[in-house]
């Protein structure tokens, strides 16, 4: 009997519709490949006529080539279709890849891939690729000898030829020649072995490695789940046999580098069940990772590292066990779920984060470039007997970690205080220009609850939507200039507390020395921040606190004062153009501002000899991941030419989460946190 034939019936989502990957109860391993499922389906529809291509509904460009683009849309959901088969599971639509592989490495097909240059988008995709061909025998199997000459010339002459940037990339040229080297194919040993001892000099310690050589300190999460530890532990995997003094070194890196990334994600958070959600039938928790520099729009890869140790047999260091490990992958899966706006009326992942934005999009990021997202599903290549799916869930292990940690690699202090996970930062940055680059890479603080903001213009603050950040202009308002890179970022101890320190130059004649201090068990739900700002040139100044959803939540609407009945509103009034002097609008900074809606946001002024404004900056809409309207409260100032002032200001955050009734949101907005001793002898100094 002939196999079925893959439905192409497109997915079509309307005003009430719930896309099918979110109706499914993620419980165990049955239910994360269905999950993947509902992910590849809606794809069907947007494969070329030859298979070799995907073109999702969008129409934006990249950098790259539109060829290179649509190689994306089927290489980059490789990474969920080769897992789900190397676990022993199937998927009716495995034939439109196959097909797809051949016509797309066929010199003389009309969708022929093209053969790479230095430097091109397509060996991103050969990584996915040569994984497939490595872990899923059926495509090499389906090919005849012709197709095999084709696929060898396509994944392994053309890379091994060219030039790659000095980055995570050479992983990718790695796993083309991987892919090959399991299928008996010709490929390149001595590519391989060079390539992994370069890789290796990104290794900084501790289990961290740096995206990049010396010079450049990017420690996000392609330094985990998107590319190195994930392919280290993939290699450990699938070359450990050949080269066994390696795999061993990459899974002790996994051991040390598991005890810093648990740190990037929730403990249990919002509950979803029967009341959340209408169709599900299981209650269970959520769990979110921080939202921390580039390429978050891959989403649920942020994850995937913990289905990678699982794959590559690493022994779990304690405290974490694997039922925590599995914790944390579903948590983050079901996350995702919750997020409606995620999806393309066609069902496909769209651009962006919790919703559609091109504004947080880098420049490589093509209609299909979210696909990315699909290495998360890398636990479906882990056996159904490992502890991993065998071990009940376990919650997220909050009383066996510290409340506060430094990491002194990435140049981060985690705090678990407060109801969110929290990364203070200072120091990375971004080699070239990336959009927003500072305020994925620049900002003082990054919430697991309240995302980051990045700028949709560049006229008033209302565009720079400066949240976390401290902007500076000497223009009257017009331009901000913020932290982006700098001089000096160290981590620090005061008092037994770990203080993150950073020298930075907004002007070539303005400097900043930055302290970041994390909340404390008396005042938990409070940073604080202070600057010794000197300065030769008048500038204004503007401190944002977190940016906080600005919806109302029976009306839709703007949020209105505050209303301690409905527990939801803003202190002091959020005008709708700041830049006027409505002084309703404003209050002291010692007063403060703060908005009250899924949470509480806020930020006072503790400055010991000045006193800033506080108002609330109505933030351009879309400017912030997780809500699409926003408002952010913020203090300003003006600096006179050539005088040294400091600035020290309260942050408060309370998110909304389950267990925490609105009434009790702004409980501990008026027992604001004290200014250490250390602190206010640098100030009298």
């Known amino acids: 009997m002939a196999p079925k034939q893959a439905s192409t019936d497109p997915l079509v989502l309307g005003y009430d ?18 999950l993947l499922k509902a992910l590849l389906d809606p794809l069907r529809p947007h494969f070329s006529p030859l298979r070799a291509r995907v073109r999702i509904p969008g129409g934006t460009a990249v950098r790259f080539d539109n060829a290179a683009a649509e190689i994306e849309g089927i290489c980059r959901p490789m990474w969920g279709l080769g897992s789900l ?26 969708e022929y891939w093209g053969t790479p240059r230095d430097n091109d988008q397509r060996m991103v995709e050969m990584c996915p690729l040569g994984f497939l061909l490595a872990v899923a ?3 090499w199997q389906s090919l005849n000898e012709n197709e095999k000459e084709n696929v060898e010339t396509w994944l392994g002459n053309s890379i091994n030829s060219k030039n790659m940037p000095n980055t995570n990339w050479l992983w990718f040229r790695v796993f083309a020649n991987l892919g090959l080297k399991k299928n008996g194919a010709k490929y390149s040993q001595e590519r391989i072995d060079q390539d992994i001892i370069h890789l290796n000099s990104f290794f900084r310690g501790e289990g961290w490695s740096n995206d990049g050589p010396e010079g450049i300190w990017q420690q996000d999460y392609y330094s985990g789940s998107f590319a190195i530890q994930f392919l280290q532990l993939l290699y450990a995997k699938l070359a450990g046999d050949d080269d066994p003094a390696k795999s061993a070194e990459f899974k002790k890196r996994a051991q040390d580098y598991a005890l810093d990334f648990v740190h990037y994600f929730d403990e249990e958070g919002e509950q979803i069940g029967p009341k959340k959600l209408v169709y599900s039938t299981y209650d269970a928790y959520v769990g ?4 921390f520099g580039r390429s978050v729009g891959y989403r649920f890869a942020m994850a995937g590292f913990w289905g990678a140790i699982a794959y590559a047999g690493i022994d779990l260091p304690s405290p974490l066990t694997w039922g925590i490990v599995k914790g944390l992958l579903l948590r983050h899966l079901r996350y995702w779920q919750t997020q409606k706006q995620i999806w393309s009326s066609t069902g496909t992942l769209t651009i962006g984060y919790c919703f559609p934005n091109m504004y947080m999009a880098e420049n490589y990021n093509s209609p299909q470039s979210p696909y990315w997202a699909c290495l998360a599903f890398i636990c479906l290549a882990v056996p159904e007997d490992h502890p991993f799916w065998t071990s009940p869930e376990e919650p997220y292990p909050t009383t066996l970690l510290p409340a506060v940690k430094p990491l002194k690699h990435p140049g981060h202090i985690i705090s678990y205080l407060g109801g969110h996970r929290m990364i203070l930062s200072s120091g990375q940055a971004c080699s070239y220009p990336m959009k927003g680059t500072h305020a994925k890479y620049g900002a003082f603080a990054y919430s697991s609850a309240f995302g980051y903001s990045v700028p949709t213009g560049c006229f008033t603050l209302e565009q720079f939507s400066l949240a976390s950040q401290l902007g500076l202009s000497d223009d009257g308002g017009e331009f901000w200039k913020t932290r982006r890179l700098c001089e000096e970022a160290l981590i620090e101890t005061y008092d037994e507390t770990p203080v993150l320190r950073s020298l930075w130059k907004p002007f070539h004649d303005v400097k900043i020395t930055t302290f970041l201090i994390p909340p404390c068990q008396e005042t938990p739900n409070w940073h604080l921040r202070a600057h ?11 401190d944002g606190s977190f940016a906080i959803c600005n919806e109302a939540k029976d009306t839709g609407r703007p949020l209105d004062i505050y209303n301690s009945q409905s527990c939801e509103g803003t202190m002091p009034k959020l005008i709708g153009n700041y830049d006027f002097n409505t002084p309703e609008g404003s209050s002291r900074g010692g007063v403060g501002s703060f908005a009250v809606s899924k949470g509480a946001a806020g930020i006072v002024d503790l400055s010991p000899k000045i006193e800033r404004t506080a108002m609330l900056v109505n933030a351009d809409p879309n400017s912030n991941l997780v809500e699409s309207r926003t408002v952010i409260p913020t203090l300003q100032h003006t600096i006179a030419k050539n005088t040294t002032v400091w600035y020290i200001a309260g942050i408060y955050a309370k998110p909304a989460k389950e267990g925490v009734l609105p009434p009790t949101y702004l409980d501990g907005w008026e027992h604001k946190p004290k200014i250490p001793r250390w602190l206010e002898d640098f100030i009298s100094e």
């Open 288 to 291: 979110r990772a921080v939202p």
């Open 85 to 110: 088969l190397a676990g022993g599971g199937s998927y009716d639509g495995t034939e439109f890849w196959i097909q797809g592989l051949k016509a797309g490495t066929d010199p003389k097909s009309p």
């Open 137 to 139: 025998p059926v495509f």
């Open 532 to 542: 010794k700002i000197e300065s030769a040139r008048d500038v204004m100044t503007a």
């Open 17 to 34: 519709s719930i896309h099918p990957f979110s109706q499914i109860d993620i419980i165990d391993r049955a239910s994360v490949q269905e």
